[in-house]
C-alpha cells in the first residue's frame, strides 16, 4: 500500500500580512478547496495580535516538522469556523504531535461570516510576518477572501503539490478517540511552566521515557515513574510550547497512564493552544489503532446520518440534547460521535468534554481501506474457521485461527478483550485490539444477529 497520496493545495493568492483598504495591517489567511471558490470564514480586529501571531506561528512549527527523522514536512493546516469561535488543527510531519489553536469569538471585535472546514495557507513569509505583531497595534484578521473571481486565463493561483502521508490523514481519524480518556493530572502557573519547560533538554533520544513530576507549585523532569506523574517521550516535543508561556495563564497536562498519551494546553488571554503527543516518539497516532474497534463494530446508517444532521457546525455537541432530540439513549449518541471522529467529521474538546464539528477537506470515506489490522480481521471472517466457544467467568471466548494455532479470544463490555496472540501480549491492548479481537468482535455481532432473528 502506498504509504503517501498526492495532493493539491489551491489558494487564490498566498496568506500575508499587509496593509488593507482601511490602512491597517490585516492578517489574512487564504483558504483553499477544489473549485477555488474561496468562503469568507471571517474578518475582525485581534485583541491580542501578539498572542494570535504566537499560536498560529507554534502551530506552523508543528505542521512543518517531523519530530522523529529530519525530513521536511511542509503541511498545512485546517480552520474549522462558526459562530463561536476559530480552529485551527493541524499534524507533525511525522504523525506524532497534534496540534489546536481555539479562538474563541471574544478574541476579536468582529462577526464570523462562514461556517465549514478548510485547509489554510502557512507560508515561510506569512510566517516571519506574524513574530513581527506587537500588541497596541490595529491588526484585522481576515480567513479567506470575499468575492474571488478567477478568469478562464488563470488568475494568479497559488498551488502546492505535496504528498499527504496516509499516517498523517489516519492521525485525524485517530485522535479523537483518545481524547475521551486522557484525565487532567497538573495544572500549574505560567511562570511555574515556563520554568519547567526551559529546563528541559532541547534534543531527546528517540527511544527516552521521560516523566513529568510534581514538585512543589510546579513540575520537575524525571527518568522514573512517581505517584501521580505524567509519563511522556519526546522532550523537543514539549519544548516546542516554550514561546507561548511567556503571555500565557496557565498550562494544563492531560494524560491516559495506559496508553502512555499526554496532552499539554497552554491557557491564554485570548485563546488556548492545545499539543497532543503519542505514547513515543517513533510511535505515530496513524498506527495506533483505537478507531479500530468503532470501524469493527458501526453504527447503523440511519443513526449516524441523524446525529450528523444534529451538528450544525456546532463548536461543542450536547450528546445528552442530541440524545433526546432523537429519541436515542446518550450511549448510541456517544458512540454515532465517535464514529464521525473517525470519517474526519467530528472532533473532540477535551476541556469541555464534548465533540465539536467539522469536517476535514481530505477523503476520509476510504478510512477503513487504510486499516490493515481491519482489512486482515474481515479476511478471517471471510476465510470461516471462528468458533464460538461459550461464556466463561463472564466473558465470551471465541476461537480465531492463526498460523499453526488457534488464538483464545475473550470478549467483555466491562473489562478489556483479550487475545492470546504475541502480537497483544506484546501491547497489551495499547495499541488498540489485534486483528483477532476484531474478527471475534465481527463474528459475535454476527452471531448475536443470527440468534435476534
Known sequence: MSTAIPHIYRYAYASQIAANDR????????????????????????????ELGQMLYTLSDVVRTHFFKQIPALLDPVVTSNESLLRLEGFSGCAGVYARVDLPRESFSGETFGRGTTNVDFNQPMRNALMRLRDGEDVDFAVGKDEVVLSKGGAATVEKKVKLPLRWIKGFSE??????????????????????????????????ISYAVSSGRGLRLSQRPARGSVRFSGTHRVKILEPLLPQAKSLRVWADDESGTSAWEVVLPSGG???????????????????????????SDETLAAVRAQLTWGSLIDADQVAQTLSLTPAEVSRALAALGTRGLAGFDIGAGQYFHRELPFNLDQVESMQPRLKNAR??????????????????????????TTHIVRLSDEEEDDCTCPWFSRYQGQRGPCKHVLAARIQDEIRTGETAE
Not at 479523537?176 to 495544572?187: G, R, T
Open 23 to 50: 490602512g491597517r495591517p490585516q492578517l489574512s489567511l487564504a483558504t483553499s478547496n477544489s473549485d477555488l471558490t474561496q468562503p469568507h470564514f471571517f474578518d475582525g480586529r485581534a485583541r491580542a495580535p501578539r
Open 273 to 299: 493552544f492545545f499539543l497532543m503527543l503519542s505514547p513515543e516518539t517513533h510511535r505515530g497516532f496513524s498506527g495506533e489503532g483505537q478507531a479500530l474497534s468503532a470501524l469493527a463494530n458501526p453504527v
Open 175 to 208: 485522535v479523537q478517540n483518545y481524547q475521551p480518556q486522557l484525565d487532567l493530572k497538573f495544572e500549574i502557573s505560567a511562570p511555574e511552566a515556563l520554568r519547567f519547560i526551559r529546563s528541559l533538554p532541547k534534543s531527546s533520544r528517540p527511544k527516552l
Open 379 to 404: 479476511k478471517l471472517i471471510e476465510a470461516g474457521g471462528i468458533k464460538f466457544l461459550g461464556t466463561q467467568s463472564g466473558k465470551l471466548r471465541y476461537g480465531v485461527p492463526g498460523s499453526n
